[in-house]
């Protein structure tokens, strides 16, 4: 389980533009047992909200509270498994490792073995280009290995970043199963996903933000209320969605 209190981040004004508050004051509890998906429009703030539940960055206010301590702070040494999962972006790759090395790296990383890595690899369906170099990957490809990435150590809590991005229907499918199964074995899943028509199929809960904040949180059919489908919902909860080109801050 992941909790988020009162989260707000704030990124300095590092290339001459005005600082940028992409979280202000975002509170959830992303439960056990659960596919949470994280939705909203470009730059809402759903990539820093995922960082911040990872503790690969740190809130300008708020907490996070993953399984009891705060994200970054050492597993007690009896806690089964890795604590969070994650896979955060496609490119955080070596072009000129192979598939195989990529993960058994990120998996002495970890202080698991290379047998770990190599499991991981099968379960996502990349043996055949094991040995192929990552440049050499389609994104897809890449995907499942990110995916890969965040399983090492059986985790208890899974966060994805556009994992549906790329991935064919068989590609789909299987990573339809896999959130399932994850889920159904007690893990926390986040995922982001600009994809409402899965989310609408696969999701337990979603969360929805909107310039920083929530707007709406539940299960899909509280989040859908009325509506035909999720996506009209979305479009009447952020009425930005319908058919504006442009991106805003
Ligand atoms: N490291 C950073 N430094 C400065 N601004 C940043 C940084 N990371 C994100 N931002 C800004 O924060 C805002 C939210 O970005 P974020 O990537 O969280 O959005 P998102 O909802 O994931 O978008 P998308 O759907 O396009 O992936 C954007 O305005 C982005 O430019």
Not at 27 to 55: A, I, M
Not at 58 to 80: E, F, K, M, Q, Y
Not at 200 to 221: M, Q, Y
Request: charged share 20%; proline share 5%; aromatic share 2%.
């Amino acid at each position: 389980m992941i909790t988020a209190t009162d989260l707000t981040c704030t990124f300095r004004n590092l290339s001459g533009r005005h600082p940028v508050t992409p979280l202000r004051g975002v509170s959830h509890t992303f439960p056990d047992s659960h596919v949470t998906y994280v939705l909203g429009l470009n730059g809402t703030g759903k990539s820093t909200l995922l960082r911040l539940l990872c503790g690969v960055r740190r809130p300008t206010s708020g907490r996070v509270l993953v399984d009891g301590p705060a994200p970054g702070a050492p597993d007690s040494p009896d806690a089964p498994g890795r604590v969070t999962g994650m896979f955060l972006d496609t490119t955080a790759v070596h072009p000129g490792h192979t598939g195989r090395r990529h993960l058994r790296w990120l998996a002495a990383a970890s202080g698991l073995d290379a047998a770990e890595a190599d499991r991981r690899l099968t379960q996502v369906g990349l043996d055949a280009v094991a040995t192929d170099t990552v440049s050499g990957y389609s994104l897809g490809m890449l995907q499942r290995l990110g995916i890969a990435g965040a399983l090492l150590g059986d985790p208890r809590n899974v966060v994805l970043d556009e994992p549906l991005n790329g991935l064919d229907i068989a590609g789909v499918l299987w990573l339809r199963r896999l959130l399932r199964d994850l889920a159904d074995s007690g893990r926390c899943v986040i995922v982001a996903s600009h994809h409402l028509a899965e989310v609408e199929k696969t999701a337990d809960s979603v969360l929805l933000l909107e310039a920083g904040r929530v707007a709406a949180s539940g299960t899909v059919a509280e989040v859908r209320g009325e509506h035909a489908s999720l996506e009209d919902a979305v479009v009447t909860l952020v009425p930005r969605s319908a058919g504006s080109a442009e991106v805003r801050r």
